[in-house]
């Protein structure tokens, strides 16, 4: 027999060391060639790292969350043969792996933003959402007589908590995806009104979970970004009611385009009332002490996935059209989704925007992303009387859709006065939303 030393490949120029983020395998398991051993985490991407040879595993590097350095032992297989494999061997077999993974594709750990979410959601914008950081959830260990459960597409806490309400998965009705999210058992439950469901939740005991992976890059960003940053929130209430009509007189006519929710014109908005505040789309290099004002939008938005949250980036925001904003929209959410955004699609922002949607509240304080200097954050759209110019010198009252917007900013780059007067230019585009058409 033989002992094959597979040392921790270098996966990423640049990259001096990884985070084990699961391992597949377990001393004394037998593995195959090109079997998934591990996954592990740098600052760019997430990689998937396989085996050279066949054999056992007879020892393993470290445990999920410890650090292995580039070149250092990952783990030790046991082959077929005689002698210790010789370090030629290993190299070439290292370099072997190095190359498969350099050919595929890797999701950024870009995690500083906050979710981001179509204010008016809908099947393209599903995958955006935005909010604080949610706490480290546990993967909940499958129930005994679950089996139909597990061939149901649905996230961890959605498992979780149909198991707290007795619920058999496989008998919700799924969203168009075919995965089940909590909207389709809150669906559930309230069509089985009085059936026993939800009348009680069960205890459940303390646990302890390790912050890794995406969770320890999202941690350690917001905790520098708020250490590092002296925010400021700037909050307007805009009325949305002629921009919704807009949209919808867009919608009865865009043949094969698209639909469009309300982000594409928030964010036509925003490109708009840039170019007169260049300070609000810039990135601040404290150590350097340089800032950037960039000539073109690359704007930022956080999709919360089954993986964890990506960042998928609108490029040259500025030059698309409301459709064109669409269907980027539409595939980049569905890029994050399924794990494969490329990484420059989920690098390089300029500016973000982030929304809590139809879980809004009347106003939310963003967290900005470092080492950008502003953060935008429409909320959630309300209905609510107005007084309202009758077209005869006096008022009349109206129902009207409010929709407040917040921007937090960087104090030591952007002023109070810049940041209000950036947001009532954006007003003035999404109360007269004619505008926005105009070139």
């Known amino acids: 027999m033989a002992k094959f030393t597979f040392n921790m490949p270098d996966v990423g120029e640049g990259v001096a060391e990884a985070e084990v983020v699961e391992w597949h395998v377990k001393v004394g398991d037998r593995v195959e060639e090109d079997q998934h ?14 085996s050279p040879v066949s054999g056992v595993v007879t020892a393993l590097a470290g445990e999920v969350g410890d650090t292995i350095a580039i070149g250092a032992m990952l783990l030790v297989i046991e082959t077929e043969g005689e002698g210790e494999t010789s370090e030629e061997e290993a190299e070439a077999a290292a370099e ?4 498969e ?4 594709p890797t999701s950024d750990a870009v995690a500083e933003r906050i979710e981001v979410e179509n204010p008016d959601a809908s099947d393209a914008d599903d995958a955006i959402a935005a909010g604080p950081q949610p706490q480290p959830q546990p993967v909940p260990e499958p129930a005994p007589e679950s089996k139909p459960e597990a061939k ?3 996230s961890p806490a959605v498992r979780q908590r149909a198991r707290d309400l007795g619920i058999d998965l496989a008998q919700v009705k799924a969203a168009a995806d075919g995965r089940v999210r909590h909207a389709d058992l809150d669906a559930f439950l309230a069509y089985n009104a009085g059936s026993g469901f939800g009348a009680a939740s069960k205890s459940r005991g303390d646990e302890t979970i390790k912050v890794i992976g995406l969770r320890k890059r999202i941690a350690q960003n917001m905790a520098a970004s708020k250490r590092h940053i002296p925010h400021f929130t700037y909050v307007e209430e805009c009325d949305v009611t002629e921009l919704e009509e807009l949209r919808a007189q867009l919608n009865a006519a865009r043949g094969d385009r698209p639909k469009l929710t309300l982000l594409p014109l928030l964010i036509t908005a925003i490109c708009k009332t840039v170019p007169a505040f260049p300070m609000i789309n810039a990135r601040y290099d404290d150590e350097a002490n340089v800032v950037t004002r960039h000539g073109s939008v690359h704007l930022g938005m956080a999709a919360q996935t089954d993986n964890g949250l990506m960042v998928p980036v609108i490029r040259d925001a500025q030059a698309k059209n409301l459709w064109q904003l669409a269907r980027e929209i539409g595939r980049l959410a569905e890029a994050a989704r399924t794990g494969k955004a490329t990484s420059d699609e989920l690098s390089g922002s300029t500016l973000t925007i982030t929304s809590l949607g139809p879980l809004g509240g009347v106003a939310t304080t963003p967290v900005i992303n470092r080492p950008e200097v502003a953060i935008i954050g429409p909320n959630r759209i309300v209905e609510r009387p107005m007084f309202i110019p009758d077209g005869m010198g006096g008022e009349r009252i109206a129902k009207r859709k409010l929709m407040n917007i917040s921007i937090s900013c960087d104090h030591r780059v952007v002023d109070g006065h810049d940041a209000a007067s950036f947001v009532q230019g954006m007003k003035r585009l999404i109360e007269t939303p004619a505008l926005l058409l105009i070139d």
């Open 37 to 50: 051993l591990v996954d592990v985490m740098t600052d760019k991407a997430t990689i998937d790292i396989e």
């Open 96 to 99: 072997q792996i190095e190359d």
């Open 101 to 104: 993974m350099s050919d595929a």
């Open 152 to 154: 149901v597409l649905a």
